[in-house]
């Protein structure tokens, strides 16, 4: 017998070997006929799959979250059928379903944007066609003599496959393709679709092996989700903050300097500064010290943390004198070691420290993406140092910091426990411990929350923030991860109110995750039009003539005085193309001053919404900008509608 505990918490005693479908059908013939997959024990399969071991269940119907990743699959399917019919020569490596659609990486077939249409055309067939998609399982010997001229397909049996007598394949017609699935029932059930784009790609996603060609797609149950989705695209493609970032002078990331390494132009550091301002009176709110590590230490350190064992791949290591260093990935050993230093009392904990640390990962050249994916960034990154009764106090600190923070960018979010990796250090019972408390955590607090099995740090578990933005897109954000691990290797201790040496709990803590990603979020976000109290140029003072210019600079004085970033345009155009050079800036606030203004000692004001209002009393217009700065509003809000 087997146990299967459903999403209620009920529990199903039923026949070892089960299938997923057959125990929707023990809860009910309509959840039984509506099955498409399954989720056991957090792990997206097969409706079909068998059940040998006690699990946790969920039943995948159309209305799941989980099918439009079940639906996008099957549409990879699609698009590798109607390939082959097209070019049978095309050679198919992997085609996984991915957040915002599909990919399929190909090779032996030169593709270009303009053969899209072709393929688009003959998956409309494919559908139209309505073949079923069947399960099949084949012995390895048989999957091998299918893929005899596919090296890729034979590497895959050779490795994940390669404890397995028997294969699954997935069958449409008179095509199939080496597949765990799951999929749905036919392929008339793909719904609405369409081809994006092509792109290079390296197996496996090293830049060592060969280069593929990977053709991306998505589709969606209906036409009208699918066109709000090309319609958010499109909108993506105007707000990507590459083109925004060279248009309003922000970044660059120069080929002469490396990839993955940008640089900040004065634009683009003075946001930069204004958020790690932010961090920096919240961190000394919640009683951090700031601190500063080195760029590199000796792998030694990086043996000590675990970090060599189980990161070395991902880190630039250097010979140095015959002594290997590496560029650290991380921040925390050197915050560990700091506290190692020290003699610490029971009294003096929590220890609490801070820092924009510079961290360097070396990924592959092919995931750089302007800032979302680089090789150098800065965490905001803080480590403490507590007893185990100060865990839930501290880590419910921290999450009310990360609220106050997403809160202030208007930045919906969701929240997640990370739960134990596969490749991690520390005991089982060190891991149970912290998985435990951190769940205590999120179970007396009002957030709801969602698990990620296995998506933790290698040394403990952590809360997640995933936020979403202006798009409707989710990103990556704030964490708080729980750590008993390092100060075990790293023997660090307190002398407890009993005088005998007791083990600090170490948590790790960043609430924006790093500077780079979340800049990019925010530029996408806003659109490149900041928030007042970000914006590189806040106001910009607009005379009307030449004979204007000394008045426009006495107003720039008053408002730089009270250190708002003002300039005058003092070129010599008209006002209307010095108002649409200031919108296309994207500022949120214009001051037009003319001969009537300067006459009557006062101001004209419009902003990036295109209000604009006249006879405005400068003492007014500044009190206003003062406030709007203070309470770091998102949007200006001196004007009316």
């Not at 549409?75 to 097209?86: D, I, S, T």
């Not at 997935?170 to 081809?195: I, K, M, N, R």
């Not at 209307?576 to 001969?595: A, F, N, Q, T």
Request: hydrophobic fraction near 35%; aromatic fraction near 10%; charge should be negative.
């Amino acid at each position: 017998m087997v146990a299967v505990t459903l999403p209620d918490g009920s529990v199903l005693d039923l026949d070892d070997g089960v299938t997923v479908e057959e125990v929707a059908y023990e809860i009910g013939p309509g959840l039984g006929a509506a099955t498409v997959a399954g989720v056991v024990d957090g792990e997206l399969v097969d409706r079909h799959t068998p059940l040998y071991e006690d699990c946790k269940l969920e039943i995948v119907t159309e209305d799941s979250d989980e099918y439009l990743q079940v639906l996008r699959h099957s549409a990879a399917h699609v698009f590798a059928q109607a390939l082959q019919r097209l070019h049978p020569e095309a050679k198919l490596t992997i085609g996984p379903p991915t957040d915002q659609g599909f990919y399929y990486d190909v090779t032996n077939v030169d593709l270009d944007e303009d053969d899209l249409a072709a393929i688009e055309d003959e998956m409309a067939d494919i559908v139209e066609a309505d073949y079923a998609i069947e399960r099949v399982e084949r012995s390895r010997e048989e999957a091998f003599e299918v893929y005899e001229d596919n090296e890729y397909k034979r590497e895959i049996l050779e490795t994940e496959a390669a404890d397995a007598e028997e294969v699954s394949f997935y069958v449409q017609d008179d095509w199939q393709d080496l597949c765990q699935g799951p999929h749905v029932d036919s392929t008339g059930e793909v719904g609405a679709f369409e081809l994006l784009d092509i792109s290079a790609a390296y197996w496996r996603g090293d830049e060592e092996n060969d280069t593929l060609t990977r053709v991306h797609g998505t589709a969606f149950p209906s036409e009208k989700d699918l066109e709000q989705f090309l319609e958010r695209r499109e909108e993506a493609k105007k707000r990507d903050h590459r083109r925004l970032g060279s248009e309003l002078d922000l970044f660059s990331i120069p080929d002469t300097t490396g990839p993955g390494l940008p640089l900040y132009h004065p634009a683009g550091k003075t946001v930069l500064d204004e958020l790690s301002g932010y961090v920096r009176d919240l961190n000394e709110r919640y009683g951090y010290e700031y601190v500063e590590t080195p760029h590199l230490f000796r792998t030694e350190l990086w043996k000590k943390s675990g970090h060599y064992d189980n990161y070395r791949d991902d880190m630039f290591l250097l010979d140095v004198n015959d002594e290997e260093y590496g560029l650290k990935p991380m921040n925390c050993p050197g915050h560990a070691t700091i506290f190692e230093e020290g003699s610490w009392s029971y009294r003096d904990l929590p220890v609490r420290y801070a820092e924009d640390g510079k961290v360097y990962r070396k990924e592959q050249r092919g995931e750089l993406s302007g800032l979302s994916r680089v090789w150098a960034f800065t965490i905001d990154d803080g480590h403490l140092f507590c007893r185990p009764n100060d865990i839930e106090q501290e880590v419910d600190n921290i999450m009310t910091a990360i609220n106050e923070v997403l809160e202030t960018f208007d930045l919906d979010y969701t929240v997640a426990l990370a739960t134990r990796p596969e490749k991690s250090v520390g005991s089982d019972e060190i891991w149970e411990r912290a998985e435990s408390q951190l769940r205590d955590v999120l179970e007396n607090s009002s957030l709801d929350y969602h698990v990620e099995p296995g998506d933790g740090a290698f040394y403990g578990p952590k809360i997640d923030f995933g936020f979403e933005d202006a798009l409707g897109r989710e990103w990556d954000g704030p964490t708080v991860q729980l750590d008993f691990n390092m100060p075990e290797r790293f023997d660090l201790s307190y002398i407890g109110e009993d005088n005998e040496e007791h083990r600090p709990v170490m948590i790790h803590r960043a609430l924006y995750g790093s500077y780079e990603r979340f800049f990019m979020v925010l530029i996408e976000h806003f659109d490149g039009k900041f928030p007042l109290w970000l914006a590189p140029e806040q106001v910009r003072i607009l005379p009307i003539s030449d004979d204007n210019l000394g008045y426009a600079h006495r107003v720039k004085n008053e408002l730089d005085d009270a250190g708002f970033r003002v300039e005058v345009e003092d070129r010599d155009q008209t006002i209307g193309r010095k108002i649409r050079g200031s919108h296309e800036d994207r500022l949120p606030y214009m001051v037009i001053v003319g001969d009537n203004e300067e006459e009557a000692g006062n101001i004209s004001v419009r902003d990036r919404k295109e209000r604009e209002e006249q006879d405005i009393e400068l003492d007014a217009f500044l009190s206003h900008l003062e406030d709007e700065r203070a309470e770091k509003r998102t949007e200006p809000d001196f004007l009316e509608e």
